[in-house]
T-cell receptor, first 108, second 113 residues
Framework: TQLLEQSPQFLSIQEGENLTVYCNSS?????LQWYRQEPGEGPVLLVT?????EVKKLKRLTFQFGDARKDSSLHITAAQTGDTGLYLC????????FGAGTILRVKS | EPEVTQTPSHQVTQMGQEVILRCVPI?????FYWYRQILGQKVEFLVSFYNNEISEKSEIFDDQFSVERPDGSNFTLKIRSTKLEDSAMYFCASSEPPGREAFFGQGTRLTVV
């Protein structure tokens, strides 16, 4: 059983569309991070959410931490081709553990 | 902007050979990590290192693997006798205390033939 379940596994959309990807768990976390990874590169941190119900915005990206701190979502408004990449959620215990990720492809 | 650097970017080795992957973490970070990512699969934790010793390791990190901080700047991952299934991208990362942002290097692509 995976600690973090991400869905969907793969998403292909047209430029300008909105999308939401999810990160779910049965465990409660003190914080959760979202990373973005481009091909041939290491993951890069986008945001850390800490408080249940917290919403953070990063330009067209909106991150939400569930009230119970078990899940999180990432919403992208008006997707651009530059948003293409692998979106990973991750949590710290004694180490940073990643979900399997959502591969996002934005077509022009 | 400070960054984690890894060398080489790509290493091809024959099965059974030893490889050493090198990393220079961000200078004021105290926690160091190795992760691997087999092509098309998830980023998997291998080992964490703090205060000159391993703080945690995964079941992947068996006796064939070792880590070392030979001097004040480098952090290395050694695979003693490589197997075909060791072929993957290996990422080094460093952080201030865990829970803060982990900064990842660009990875070393290891190909075992």
């Amino acid at each position: 059983t995976q600690l973090l379940e991400q869905s969907p596994q793969f998403l292909s959309i047209q430029e300008g569309e909105n999308l939401t990807v999810y990160c779910n768990s049965s465990s409660v976390f003190s914080s959760l991070q979202w990373y973005r990874q481009e091909p041939g590169e290491g993951p890069v941190l986008l945001v850390t959410v800490v408080t249940g119900g917290e919403v953070k915005k990063l330009k067209r990206l909106t991150f939400q931490f569930g009230d119970a701190r078990k899940d999180s979502s990432l919403h992208i408004t008006a997707a651009q081709t530059g948003d293409t990449g692998l979106y990973l959620c991750a949590v710290y215990g004694n180490k940073l553990v990643f979900g399997a990720g959502t591969i996002l492809r934005v077509k022009s | 902007e400070p960054e984690v650097t890894q060398t080489p970017s790509h290493q091809v080795t024959q099965m059974g050979q030893e490889v050493i992957l090198r990393c220079v973490p961000i200078s004021n970070h105290l926690y160091f990590y190795w992760y691997r990512q087999i092509l098309g699969q998830k980023v998997e934790f291998l080992v964490s290192f703090y205060n000159n010793e391993i703080s945690e390791k995964s079941e992947i990190f068996d006796d064939q693997f070792s880590v070392e901080r030979p001097d004040g700047s480098n952090f290395t991952l050694k695979i003693r006798s490589t197997k075909l299934e060791d072929s993957a991208m290996y990422f080094c990362a460093s952080s201030e205390p865990p829970g803060r942002e982990a900064f990842f290097g660009q990875g070393t692509r290891l190909t075992v033939v």
